[in-house]
C-alpha cells in the first residue's frame, strides 16, 4: 500500500512561482509513474505532468510546457512540481497520483493507471 502526501500550495500572484511536493510511503515499483493532477471548481481532474519513478521519462500537460518542471528525489521517496510564471487559469486543487507496475496498456496521462491518490493541495493565482 502507498500513501501520498501533497505539500507546497497556497495563493500567488500571476507570473509567479510554488513548488509543490508529494511524499510516498511505501515502496513504489521501478516502472511506476507518479503523476500530478489538478482540478478546477466545476472542471473535471486532468493531467498535468508525470515522470516514471526509475527515471528516464516525463510528460507533461501541453498548457504547462516549459512552464511546471517535475522532478523526483528517490532517496526522500518525493515528487516535486515547479511551477514557474504561473496564471489564474493554474487554480486548482493539485493532486498527486502514484500507478503501480506499468503495464502499457493504457497512456501514462490516464488516470487509470493511477491507484494511489493523495488528498490534494490548494493553488490560487490572482490576476
Known amino acids: 500500500q502507498v500513501q501520498l502526501v501533497e505539500s507546497g500550495g497556497g495563493l500567488v500572484q500571476a507570473g509567479g512561482s510554488l513548488r509543490l511536493s508529494c511524499t510516498a510511503s511505501?515502496?513504489?515499483?521501478?516502472?511506476?509513474?507518479v503523476a500530478w493532477f489538478r482540478q478546477a471548481p466545476g472542471k473535471e481532474r486532468e493531467f498535468v505532468a508525470t515522470?516514471?519513478?526509475?527515471?528516464?521519462?516525463?510528460d507533461y500537460q501541453d498548457s504547462v510546457k516549459g512552464r511546471f518542471t517535475i522532478s523526483r528525489d528517490n532517496a526522500k521517496s518525493t515528487v516535486f512540481l515547479q511551477m514557474n510564471s504561473l496564471k489564474p487559469e493554474d487554480t486548482a486543487v493539485y493532486y498527486c497520483a502514484a500507478s503501480s507496475c506499468y503495464s502499457g496498456v493504457y497512456s501514462i496521462r490516464s488516470r487509470r493507471i493511477y491507484d494511489y491518490w493523495g488528498q490534494g493541495t490548494q493553488v490560487t493565482v490572482s490576476a
Open positions: 511505501g515502496r513504489l515499483a521501478s516502472t511506476a509513474y
Open positions: 515522470t516514471r519513478w526509475s527515471g528516464g521519462r516525463t
